[in-house]
């Protein structure tokens, strides 16, 4: 109760000033700087309706608000160990951090981790270490198109103009200049800032960003315009993400500067909107058909598209399409749904999407068990971080890897958990240019190289250590995880089909299932 009356002591405090001012004038006026401001707020406070703690605490409530402003901070410097902390704990945090200012990178002491915590995931080693060739970091996508690409194993995920900064953007295509490498667009169109000399894989969301005409509704001409470029290599359709999958997304109108306005072709001063789907195909056969198109339109370069796994029957109506028509994408890019946003409901972030582990084993099972793994390049996308990301995520069936969050550190990304508020205090998920400007183009291109560099060494190392000349020996079978009982690899974990398997009946029973319920002509 004593505290409840705080403003009441307050306001006694202001009539003693007031009565001191007889006596001591200066002394008193100098209290009432302090005391009257006290008052004022405390009356403000009793008289609100928004906040009960501050109505039952006048003027001493404030300071639980000011405290939770600094909640995240107080967790992520004083609270979270090294191996705590979310999405990305302390440890990897620093690993990036490390390799991307090119210093040592190495730890002490043993390892900080449970190796018998459930999850736990290791590499068999061979005592027969082999020498692997530099060049199996790459591998070609398009084989059979006119204009293939020869890919990194690592590049950047996608990440829009408007989700990052103009500086932010063009580090990060300057740094996949210098190392090599590939820098995704996200669905929010092919800006100036990622044409800054580096390889570009085009993304073409739903709202058709940058090829769209003012409706709209996707727009050959300006496609082919752009795509014919020869810094774009690749083009990825994006059906749906991990971390709001089946979900469109809205760009404030606020937000949309004239620049934005100009690479995404929408008016300026309106909310920029992306619907949940495609206006400009429908079904399986449509999707298929319209990778042909857009093959022919961009010069016959590799094409693919992007989702996350969600009903199972849905993909293998794609799998199924693709055997009608004859027509395959180059790529398909699995997200899992510990994937990232810069902004997205709860609910979809927290309880949608499968996984990436059991997205990706899924994916290529069911390519494999249709007979069309291939002809189709398999891309994860889901906090991939380190070689060892790599070197799973390879074993369990993709060809190549893109990671976004860890490319944020790179830049200098402090896990701030601040990228829907446009306050980012580094300069990386804002659109302010007061905070953005900060972000120093030339010094972070450097740090986005070496880290992408340090990543890949790590990756061969480790394959050298396995005993494995190139990615495409890896397998299942030499990753292990702890199941809470006992240790054992993913090979025992997961069914793995063998080629043909869903046409011949082959497959489980959980495969056969959905494989019955899809058809080629609808989701």
């Known amino acids: 109760m004593l505290v409840r009356h705080a403003f009441y002591l307050a306001a006694a405090l202001a009539l003693a000033a007031i009565a001191l001012m007889s006596l001591a004038w200066p002394a008193a006026l100098n209290a009432l700087y302090v005391v009257v401001p006290l008052v004022a707020l405390g009356l403000h406070d009793v008289f609100s309706k928004r906040h009960t703690v501050l109505r039952n605490y006048p003027v ?212 920029c909107i992306s619907p949940p789907t495609h206006a400009a195909f429908d079904g399986p056969r449509g999707l298929l058909e319209f990778v042909a198109r857009l093959r022919e339109l961009c010069g016959d370069k590799p094409v693919g598209f992007k989702l996350a796994i969600g009903r199972r029957s849905e993909f293998f109506a794609i799998c199924k399409a693709m055997r009608d028509t004859g027509i395959a994408p180059d790529f398909i890019t699995v997200d899992g749904a510990e994937g990232g946003t810069g902004a997205a409901p709860l609910e979809f972030t927290n309880n949608l999407a499968v996984p990436l582990t059991d997205a990706l084993v899924f994916v290529n099972n069911a390519l494999v068990g249709c007979e069309l793994r291939d002809r189709v390049r398999v891309i994860a996308s889901g906090k991939v971080a380190t070689g060892f990301d790599l070197i799973v995520k390879l074993a369990l069936g993709a060809d190549a890897c893109n990671c976004a969050r860890t490319m944020m550190f790179a830049l200098g990304c402090i896990q701030s958990l601040r990228c829907n508020t446009n306050m980012c205090p580094v300069g990386v998920a804002t659109q302010k240019r007061s905070r953005y400007r900060m972000l120093d183009v030339d010094d972070k291109e450097h740090r986005v190289a070496n880290y992408h560099a340090a990543t890949i060494r790590s990756f061969l190392d480790l394959l050298r250590a396995m005993g494995v000349a190139r990615p495409e020996e890896l397998d299942p079978g030499v990753i292990n995880v702890h199941d809470g009982l006992r240790v054992g690899s993913y090979r025992e974990r997961f069914d793995f089909l063998e080629p043909g398997a869903l046409l011949a009946a082959g497959a489980p029973d959980d495969y056969a299932r959905e494989w019955a319920a899809a058809r080629a002509d609808r989701f």
Request: glycine residues 12%.
């Open 60 to 271: 001493i409530g404030h300071f639980r608000y000011m405290l939770e402003t600094i909640r995240p901070e107080i967790q992520q410097y004083f609270i979270h160990t090294d191996e705590s902390g979310k999405p990305y704990d302390r440890e990897t945090r620093s690993l990036v951090y490390r390799r991307a200012k090119g210093v040592d990178d190495t730890m002490p002491f043993g390892t900080r981790h449970v190796v018998y915590t459930p999850g736990y995931e290791s590499a068999s080693h061979s005592l027969a270490p082999r020498h692997v060739d530099p060049a199996c970091a790459r591998v070609e996508f398009g084989a059979e198109r006119r204009q293939p690409y020869l890919a990194s194993r690592l590049n950047v995920s996608a990440m829009s103009f408007g989700a990052l900064s103009p500086n932010a953007l063009q580090a990060l295509n300057r740094g996949a200049k210098r190392g090599g490498f590939a820098h995704n667009t996200g669905e929010g169109g092919l800006s100036p800032h990622h044409l800054q000399g580096g390889d570009v894989i085009w993304q073409i969301g739903t709202g058709y960003f940058g090829c769209r005409d003012r409706h709209g509704n996707f727009d050959a001409d300006t496609f082919r315009a752009k795509a014919c470029d020869e810094r774009v290599k690749m083009i990825e359709i994006k059906l749906s993400q991990g971390a709001k999958p089946s979900h469109g997304g809205i760009l404030p109108a606020v937000k949309v500067s004239p620049e934005i306005a100009e690479a995404r072709g929408v008016p300026l001063g309106e909310d």
